[in-house]
C-alpha cells in the first residue's frame, strides 16, 4: 500500500431496502493510523454503511477496496478474517457466558480447539480489559453486568482481534467520563499503530477532541468530508441536520425559587447502593443527578419511585410522604420513571406506538366496562405525538420501526399519559441523534415550565451543565455536593463525583 492509498475505500455504495433507499452512491475513505468520525442524525445511513463494510449488507451498487484490492466481504467472519473489526451500538453479547467466553467466542467458535485453557483463557480476558482500565471478573456471567460494563467487554472482544480497520459505533453511550477516557487512551495507542478507525459518534466534543477527519451522511448521502482541524461544530452540526438549530440548549428557567414538588430525606435502599441521600426537586426546574457510572444515580430514582425496596427514609410529594411498595403505587401519586434502556425497558418494540403510549394509562382508553378502545388509543397517541413532535408513518406502526430518536419520544409519551407530577429520566438522549437531542432538552424544559418537576440522569457533563438548573452529584451511594450556576462546570462536576468534598473545591 503506498503512503497515499487508503486503507479502506468506499466508492459510489448504493443500498436499498425495498422501495426505501438506504445509501445513495456513498463515498467514504479510511487511512491507516487515523480516526475517522462519521457522524449524521439517526437514519442518515451511518449504520447501514457499516454493516456493508461489515458483511451483514452487500451494496446493490459501488465497491469497496481494502489496501488498494477490491473485496466482496461476504459476511462478519470474512470481515474478521479481513482484519476488519465492528463494535455494534446494540449490545450483542452471550448473557448466560462469561465475560472472557464472550471476549473470545470467535476463538471459541472456530472449533480449531478441541479443549480450551480456561485459566489461560480468563488471564488473556483480564489484561483485555484492563487494558481500558476494568478489572471486571472475567468468570462472571455476562449477564450479571450493567449495561456499561457490558459496553466495555464489547470493545475489549474487538481489542483482541488482529484489526487492520476497526469499527466503533457510539461506544460511549453506556460509559462515564473515566470510562470513555480509557478508551481513547487506547484508541490513540492504536491509532500510533497504524490502525483505521471509523469512530461514529453523536457527540461532538468526543470528535473534536479525538478525531482527525469527519464525514457527514444525511439522506443516505455523503455531504461532508474534511479535517476535523478545519471545520466546526456548528458547521458540522448543520451539515448533519440540513438546518441550523439555534439554541442547542433551552434558557434555563427564570422562576424564583418555587416550592418543593418532591423532597427525599435520608433514603437508602435494602442492599446499599442508596445510602442515607436527601434532596429537593421545586417545581418549574430541571435537577440533574450526575455522578460516575455506579455510583448509585439509577438505584436512587429506582428507589423514590418504588422499583427498589427502601429501607429507610422518607418521599414527600407537595409535602405529603408516600408510601411506595411498588412502581405502580409511584405512577398513581404522579412520580414516572424513563429507564435508561428504552429497548429492554422502555418500550413494547413488537407493539404500535398508540399502544405503547397508551400502555400505562389504560384508564384514559377504556369504555366504563373495561374495554380498551382503540380510537381513544388512536387519539391519545396523535395528542402526544403532535406535543412531543414524534415523527413516523402513523401510530399503528410497530415502535421497533421508529429511529432511536423517535423511539425516545415515544417512551416519554408514554410517561406523559399518565398525568405526571415528577418525571425522573434517566439517561434521556442516551444514542439520539444531535436534532433529536435538542428536541428532547426543548420538550423537558417546556414540561419543567409547565409545572412538571424533571429530574435528568446523565453521563455527559455538557447536557447535565447545558439542561439543568441544578447539580447533585452522587459518589457510591451519597450525596456528595450540590452546583448551580457558574459553579456548575465540568471540573467541578468530576471532581465531586471522584470523591472530593465541597470544601475542596474552593
Not at 421508529?402 to 415528577?422: D, E, H, M, R
Request: hydrophobic share 45%; glycine share 10%.
Amino acid at each position: 500500500m503506498s503512503a497515499v492509498e487508503p486503507l479502506l475505500e468506499l466508492r459510489g455504495i448504493v443500498k436499498h431496502f425495498g422501495a426505501s433507499r438506504a445509501l445513495a452512491g456513498v463515498h467514504f475513505t479510511l487511512r491507516a493510523g487515523e480516526i475517522h468520525a462519521l457522524c449524521g442524525e439517526n437514519g442518515a445511513g451511518k449504520s447501514t454503511l457499516m454493516k456493508i463494510i461489515d458483511g451483514i449488507h452487500a451494496p446493490d451498487a459501488g465497491e469497496v477496496l481494502l489496501c488498494g484490492e477490491r473485496v466482496a466481504i461476504d459476511d462478519p467472519a470474512h470481515a474478521m478474517r479481513l482484519g476488519i473489526g465492528l463494535v455494534h451500538q446494540e449490545i450483542a453479547l452471550c448473557a448466560d457466558a462469561t465475560v472472557a467466553e464472550n471476549i473470545f467466542m470467535p476463538e471459541l467458535a472456530s472449533g480449531r480447539q478441541r479443549w480450551m485453557d480456561y485459566r489461560s483463557l480468563n488471564a488473556r480476558a483480564a489484561a483485555a480489559l484492563a487494558r481500558l482500565g476494568q478489572d471486571i471478573d472475567p468468570q462472571r456471567p455476562v449477564g450479571s453486568l450493567s449495561l456499561s460494563q457490558q459496553q466495555l467487554v464489547e470493545i475489549a472482544k474487538a481489542l483482541t482481534l488482529d484489526c487492520r480497520v476497526l469499527i466503533l459505533d457510539e461506544p460511549t453511550a453506556a460509559l462515564t467520563e473515566l470510562e470513555a477516557a480509557a478508551l481513547f487512551r487506547v484508541l490513540h495507542d492504536l491509532k500510533a499503530q497504524g490502525i483505521g478507525i471509523i469512530y461514529i459518534s453523536h457527540r461532538m466534543a468526543e470528535i473534536f477532541a479525538h478525531a482527525d477527519r469527519a464525514t457527514v451522511l444525511r439522506d443516505g448521502r455523503d455531504v461532508f468530508t474534511g479535517a476535523v482541524a478545519d471545520t466546526t461544530p456548528d458547521a458540522l452540526v448543520r451539515c448533519m441536520v440540513g438546518r441550523d438549530l439555534g439554541n442547542y440548549y433551552p434558557p434555563k428557567s427564570a422562576m424564583p425559587a418555587a416550592e418543593p414538588v418532591l423532597e427525599v430525606a435520608d433514603l437508602a435502599d435494602d442492599e446499599g447502593r442508596v445510602r442515607g441521600v436527601s434532596f429537593t426537586l421545586r417545581r418549574g426546574e430541571i435537577l440533574g443527578l450526575s455522578g460516575l457510572m455506579g455510583a448509585g444515580r439509577t438505584e436512587l430514582a429506582e428507589t423514590v419511585c418504588g422499583l427498589r425496596r427502601a429501607r429507610q427514609g422518607t418521599v414527600r410529594l407537595r409535602g405529603r410522604a408516600l408510601q411506595l411498595r411498588r412502581y405502580g403505587d409511584a405512577l398513581r401519586h404522579g412520580i414516572a420513571y424513563l429507564s435508561e434502556d428504552r429497548k429492554a425497558a422502555g418500550l413494547f418494540l413488537e407493539l404500535p406506538i398508540a399502544q405503547n403510549i397508551a400502555s400505562m394509562a389504560l384508564g384514559r382508553v377504556s369504555s366504563r366496562w373495561g374495554w380498551l378502545r382503540p380510537s381513544a388509543e388512536r387519539r391519545l397517541a396523535l395528542e402526544l405525538g403532535a406535543q412531543l413532535k414524534l415523527k413516523s408513518d402513523g401510530v399503528d406502526i410497530e415502535a421497533d420501526s421508529l429511529s432511536g430518536g423517535n423511539q425516545q419520544k415515544v417512551a416519554i409519551a408514554k410517561l406523559l399519559a399518565t398525568k405526571p407530577s415528577v418525571l425522573l429520566m434517566d439517561e434521556p438522549t442516551r444514542g439520539v441523534d444531535v436534532g433529536a437531542k435538542s428536541e428532547i432538552h426543548h420538550i423537558l424544559r417546556e414540561l419543567a415550565d409547565s409545572g412538571v418537576g424533571v429530574v435528568v440522569i446523565s453521563s455527559e457533563l455538557p447536557e447535565i451543565i447545558g439542561l439543568c438548573d441544578r447539580a447533585v452529584v452522587i459518589h457510591q451511594g451519597c450525596v456528595a455536593g450540590e452546583l448551580s450556576g457558574s459553579a456548575m462546570t465540568e471540573e467541578a462536576l468530576i471532581r465531586l463525583a471522584s470523591g472530593f468534598s465541597a470544601q475542596e473545591l474552593q
